[in-house]
């Protein structure tokens, strides 16, 4: 463990090698209880790719948490999703390996990610309640059916209306047939006939509201103008709120990263008048496990 680098953790979850990055912030001191942003990565993006894209590392250095940024399973790295899934239970194992080799604030652990990898931080919030205390997807937040969560999950989203991946509202994007076959074969979804780009579903603001029903919000959403492309749309219900920022023109994207910007042609327009790491490190920071109402 060496405050300030990354370090690469392997383990084995169901008998299976993983592994994860694990960067511990400067000044980190091992008799304080430190909290752990989780940091998920999305589909064929793969943890090295993800570490540049969201850049919490830094962030986590300058406000003082552990960063963990895993990898997921296959030849095109992804996350399976499912409550009973391989890579979920590879998430309570490494939860555990956290916990048990750094001294953790077990009240602040916090999960999120981007595109595929907030699917996972969705379903994460269904599955690890308990021990995750607030979440934020970034292009993809999720409202799985069969989520039953021990407690209500605080929720900050982030999501573009001009995302071509996962359409704002509702179902696939077109530049979703593009994406590898998860094989390896070399093939693009489109090309295996594994897009049906006639599914619909709910949009990212209904996702929302369903998160903010199952977490007791009785209140009606506030919108509030954040800049000129960022508008907040916000259920209030502390400590449960459910919140999205809303990015017109926004893409397949991380506000407020360079990297993100920089891949424009692949991911569409990323806003810079926001960032997304301070958003929700302010909204992590006031949503600690355990933390009432009264």
Known sequence: MRPGADEKVTTTSGGVERWYYRHVPRGYDASTPTPVVVDLHGYSEGADIHLLMSELRAYGDEQGFVTITPHGTGPVPRWDTGFGSADMAFIGVLLDEVEATLCVDTA?????????????????????????????????????????????????????????????????????????????????????????????????????????????????????????????????????????????????????????????????????SIDANEIMWDFFVDHPLGVTSG
């Open 108 to 272: 602040r652990v916090f999960v999120t990610g981007l595109s595929n990898g907030a699917f996972m931080t969705s379903a994460i919030a269904c599955v690890y309640a308990d021990r995750i205390a607030a979440v934020a997807p970034v292009a993809g937040v999720q409202a799985a059916e069969g989520c039953d969560a021990s407690r209500p999950v605080p929720v900050v989203a982030f999501h573009g209306t001009a995302d071509t991946f996962v359409a704002f509202d509702g179902g696939v994007g077109e530049s979703v047939a593009d994406l590898p076959n998860p094989d390896g074969s070399g093939e693009t979804l489109g090309d295996s006939g594994l897009v049906d780009e006639t599914a619909e579903g709910p949009s990212v603001p209904e996702m929302v509201a369903v998160w903010a029903e199952r977490n007791g919000c009785a209140v009606e959403p506030t919108e509030r103008e954040v800049t000129a492309d960022v508008t907040l749309v916000s259920y209030d219900c502390f400590p449960a709120d459910a919140q999205l920022y809303r990015i017109e023109g926004g893409g397949h994207t991380w506000p407020g990263s360079a990297f993100s910007q920089s891949i424009e042609s692949v991911v569409g327009f990323t806003t810079m």
